[in-house]
């Protein structure tokens, strides 16, 4: 069984900027598709962020421009840096390790607050 542990949530005010990770337990991430996710209260679950084994990535448009994906497979370390947040960027973001036939894995989440 592999875990995703997720750190770097927080308080911030608007404006600011944070920098999640997402560590593996195992090193599975040189075939996996690597994506952060976030749900804020009352609302479906997003993507905010993705990045292939090529390095391929995608990104919500709310959040292009200001947010940067990217990855260590030697670490086994997903980062999301998030600049410029706002309240709306208020969520429970989670890490997702993904790969078609593959288990697919879940971290625990961690919560980002935006707030003054």
């Known amino acids: 069984q592999v875990q995703l542990v997720e750190s770097g949530g927080g308080l911030v005010q608007p404006g600011g900027s944070l920098r999640l990770s997402c560590t593996a337990s195992?090193?599975?991430?040189?075939?996996?598709?690597l994506t952060w996710y976030r749900q804020a209260p009352g609302k479906q679950r997003e993507l905010v962020a993705a990045?292939?084994?090529?390095?391929?990535?995608n990104y919500a448009d709310s959040v292009k421009g200001r947010f940067t994906i990217s990855r260590d497979n030697a670490k086994a370390t997903v980062y999301l840096q998030m600049n410029s947040l706002n309240p709306e960027d208020t969520a429970v973001y989670y890490c997702?390790?993904?790969?078609?036939?593959?288990?697919?894995?879940w971290g625990q989440g961690t919560q980002v607050t935006v707030s003054s």
């Open positions: 997702n390790a993904s790969n078609a036939g593959l288990p697919n894995f």
């Open positions: 990045i292939t084994p090529s390095r391929r990535t």
């Open positions: 195992r090193n599975i991430f040189t075939v996996y598709t």
